[in-house]
């Protein structure tokens, strides 16, 4: 099916490990962005993607990386795992054509850091 | 920049009773605004989006916004609340169609009998 998917749905990290978290989708939305989801705060953008070759940071961008080499594919690297990290990740791609708009979402990644 | 704001994180109605959800927007440019749900443990469903020229935007599951420009507002209603309304939503804004999209801190919605 068409759609956003993000992998893994679950991961437990220790303080200091390195991990990437993985999103594709498979509609050529040129758009692409991360967020992260904390109770009480919503939902934050981390980084974004205009297309291939091109990022660009959200509102709560530090101790993640990003890159687009790929239309289909935007993966979220952290460095160094923290457990302020501690959070739901949502990946989105959206499109846009004449007459309508959107966005998609993937169905998430609970990552815990302890 | 765009922001949001939702007046009120909880929300408290009786079984058949209006649901009136608030969300107050600020852009520099006309708005793209959304209406998100999320149900425990779940992802985002797009509830209803804001079409430009549109007053009253209707969406899935009876609810309805209304995009009052004057007042920079997209309120969030539903005429009669159902059990299974209960959830959190997320008032959102873009520039632009297809861009960054800046949610609000969310309203949790519970439905007594």
Redesign the interface.
């Given at each position: 099916n068409a759609g956003v998917t993000q992998t893994p749905k679950f991961q437990v990290l220790k303080t200091g490990q390195s991990m990437t978290l993985q999103c594709a989708q498979d509609m050529n939305h040129e758009y692409m962005s991360w967020y992260r989801q904390d109770p009480g705060m919503g939902l934050r953008l981390i980084h974004y993607s205009v297309g291939a070759g091109i990022t660009d940071q959200g509102e709560v961008p530090n101790g993640y990386n990003v890159s687009r080499s790929t239309t289909e594919d935007f993966p979220l690297r952290l460095l160094s795992a923290a457990p302020s990290q501690t959070s739901v990740y949502f990946c989105a791609s959206s499109y846009s054509i004449p007459d309508d708009y959107g966005y998609t979402f993937g169905s998430g990644t609970r990552l815990t850091v302890v | 920049a765009q922001s949001v704001t939702?007046l009120g994180?909880h929300v408290s109605v009786s079984e058949g009773a209006l649901v009136l959800l608030r969300c107050n927007y600020s852009s520099s440019v006309p708005p793209?605004l959304?209406w998100y749900v999320q149900y425990p443990n779940?992802?985002?469903q797009?509830l209803l989006?804001y079409t430009t020229g549109a007053t009253l935007v209707k969406g899935i599951n009876g609810f309805e916004a209304e995009f009052k420009k004057s007042e920079t507002s997209f309120h969030l209603t539903k005429p009669s609340a159902h059990m299974s309304d209960a959830a959190e939503y997320?008032c959102?804004v873009s520039a632009?169609?297809?861009?960054?999209?800046?949610?609000?801190?969310?309203t949790r919605l519970q439905v007594f009998p």
């Open positions: - | 939702q994180s793209y959304f779940q992802g985002l797009l989006k997320f959102a632009r169609t297809a861009d960054k999209l800046i949610f609000g801190t969310g």
